[in-house]
């Protein structure tokens, strides 16, 4: 099986700085790895796919990188909208997702 | 647009069983693979199961293998979960989820429900 460890498990931070959450996979997995945000009695909402490529609709502060087994998400600048949990996800053999990391206001 | 709405959670008993539903629209229900995914607070999210556009191929996670059955009706546009041996840690919010992928199904979720409750105490 595929694991995915993400980190950090909670990240605080203030509107308008910028955040990296990074996410490792136990082996390669190329570029099949996806980006979730999760809100209470929400549903899911996709952010990123093929580890960068931006999901029609999400704004352009949201990004991703890497390949490999090396991935990060980044949010040039966070906006209220934004506080969160963020998944990552591995799709390249089954899905495997990481632990989250919920963005908490600071 | 795209809508997937879960429903059948509730309280059970381990040992119980449940059935889960999720009424899709707004696509080609036939087309597209169709998974469950769970959230936990201990656990964050749990892939469990998926099922190709014409229910030929099925995938269990090992922590369902033997208990969950997943299965479509395509006439329809309904996707389930059938939940037996119920545990106590199979509590958690259960989200389906659209393959974004027409006639694949290792590929990403571009639509997900809000989820249903599933409890499983005495």
């Known amino acids: 099986d595929i694991q995915m460890t993400q980190s950090p498990s909670t990240l605080s931070a203030s509107v308008g700085d910028r955040v990296t959450i990074t996410c490792r996979a136990s082996q390669s997995i190329s570029r099949w790895l996806a980006w979730y945000q999760l809100k209470p009695r929400r549903a899911p909402k996709l952010l990123i796919y093929e580890a960068s490529s931006l999901e029609s609709g999400v704004p352009s502060r949201f990004s991703g990188s890497g390949s490999g087994t090396e991935f990060t998400l980044t949010i040039s600048s966070l906006q209220p909208d934004d506080f969160a949990t963020y998944y990552c996800q591995q799709y390249n053999i089954y899905w495997t997702f990481g632990q989250g990391t919920k963005v908490e206001i600071k | 647009e795209v809508l997937l709405l879960e429903s059948g959670g509730a309280l059970v008993q381990p040992g119980g069983s449940l059935r889960l539903s999720c009424a899709a629209s707004?696509?080609?229900?036939?087309?597209?693979?169709m998974s469950w995914v769970r959230q936990t607070p201990g656990k964050g999210l749990e892939w469990i199961s998926a099922i190709s556009g014409g229910s030929r191929s099925t995938y269990y996670a090992d922590s369902v293998k033997g208990r969950f059955t997943i299965s479509r009706d395509n006439s329809k546009n309904t996707l389930y979960l059938q939940m037996n041996s119920l545990r106590a840690e199979d509590t958690a919010l259960y989200y389906c989820a659209k393959v974004r992928v027409p006639a694949s199904i290792t590929e990403y979720f571009d639509y997900w429900g809000q989820g249903t409750l599933v409890t499983v105490s005495s």
């Open positions: 707004g696509f080609t229900f036939s087309n597209y693979a």
